[in-house]
């Protein structure tokens, strides 16, 4: 199985910062790589696919980059609807998740 | 719009058994593999299942390999999990997701059934 280290498990941040996530596996992947956004009670929701492709409809401040084994999400000008937990899940192979990473308020 | 509707969870025993359903619509069902996704209480997401729209694929995760059975009805838009041999780590909410063709990239996902290992 391939594993996924996402780092930091934790973040804080400002409404108006830029904060960035990444994703390493522990075999290339690619760009077999997404990303999501989580919030309390709710379904996650898929924000990038292939490592750097914007999902319909998701605001152009979310952005991924990456291939082979290094992937990271980046969020410029972070609003109050951005703080929540973010995975990564690769698809190379049967899928696996990232051990997410929760974004708070500053 | 795609709609993702699971249902059947609830408590039940360790060693019991149990059947979740999740009809979609808003989508050609047998176009797309769907899958199983699960998250324990404060936990992160933990793929179970997939498989690809015609059935000809199925994968599992070691943690439920020979406990549990994907497996779907495309004349209804219907996807199924059935489980059993229940463990109390199987406490899970368990989400229904939509691939995109035969990828496992999740784009829509339903909002959950609660399943409750526990005597």
């Known amino acids: 199985d391939i594993q996924m280290t996402q780092s930091p498990s934790s973040l804080s941040a400002s409404v108006g910062d830029g904060v960035t996530i990444t994703c390493r596996t522990s075999q290339s992947i690619n760009i077999y790589l997404n990303w999501y956004q989580q919030k309390p009670g709710k379904a996650p929701k898929l924000l990038i696919y292939a490592a750097s492709s914007l999902q319909s409809g998701v605001p152009s401040r979310f952005s991924g980059s990456g291939s082979g084994t290094d992937f990271t999400l980046s969020i410029s000008s972070l609003q109050p609807e951005d703080f929540a937990t973010y995975y990564c899940q690769q698809y190379d192979t049967a899928p696996t998740f990232g051990q997410g990473t929760r974004l708070e308020i500053k | 719009e795609v709609q993702l509707l699971e249902s059947g969870g609830g408590l039940i025993q360790p060693g019991g058994s149990l059947r979740l359903s999740c009809v979609g619509s808003g989508f050609t069902f047998s176009n797309h593999a769907m899958a199983w996704v699960r998250q324990a209480p404060g936990k992160g997401l933990e793929w179970v299942s997939n498989?690809?729209?015609?059935?000809?694929?199925?994968e599992y995760a070691d943690s439920v390999k020979g406990r549990f059975t994907i497996s779907r009805d495309n004349s209804e838009n219907t996807l199924y999990l059935q489980m059993s041999s229940l463990r109390v780590e199987d406490t899970a909410v368990y989400y229904c997701?939509?691939?995109?063709?035969?990828?496992?990239?999740?784009?829509?996902w339903g909002q959950g059934t609660l399943v409750t290992v526990s005597s």
């Open positions: 997701a939509k691939g995109y063709g035969s990828q496992t990239r999740f784009d829509s």
């Open positions: 498989i690809r729209g015609g059935g000809d694929l199925i």
